[in-house]
């Protein structure tokens, strides 16, 4: 939900690239949770493996554009580093369970 919140504050604003890179954001981090929900359904470990893959590409993805949001002022900080927090622990959970999987095998 924080995400939503956020591309709505950047598409809000008069700045056309808070609305580019709201947009970029907004992707990357709603298909976290979507490949996640299409690994829990994973036809093998293999499967299982390559969608939380993807969710762990897309988390680090939308740090990147966090930063950048960041960076450029487009949100005072302070208001960013619960997502930015969330985001790294999602990443870190994502990763961990891969590590676990992987090493089932």
């Known amino acids: ?3 939503i919140k956020l591309y709505r504050v950047l598409h809000e604003g008069k ?3 808070g609305w580019v890179i709201g ?3 907004l992707r990357s ?3 976290i949770g ?3 929900e299409e690994g829990q359904s994973g036809e093998s470990n293999a499967d299982f493996i390559h969608k939380y893959s993807i969710s762990q590409k897309e988390a680090r993805e939308s740090l990147y554009w966090l ?3 960041d960076k450029s002022e487009m949100v005072a900080s302070v208001n ?3 997502i930015i927090e969330e985001t790294r622990e999602i990443l870190a959970i994502i990763t961990s369970i891969i590590v676990k999987i992987k090493n089932k095998k």
């Open 1 to 3: 939900m924080r995400a």
């Open 15 to 17: 700045d056309a690239a």
């Open 23 to 25: 947009k970029q954001f």
């Open 29 to 31: 981090a709603i298909s």
């Open 34 to 36: 979507a490949n996640i």
């Open 67 to 69: 930063r950048l949001i």
């Open 80 to 82: 960013l580093q619960p």
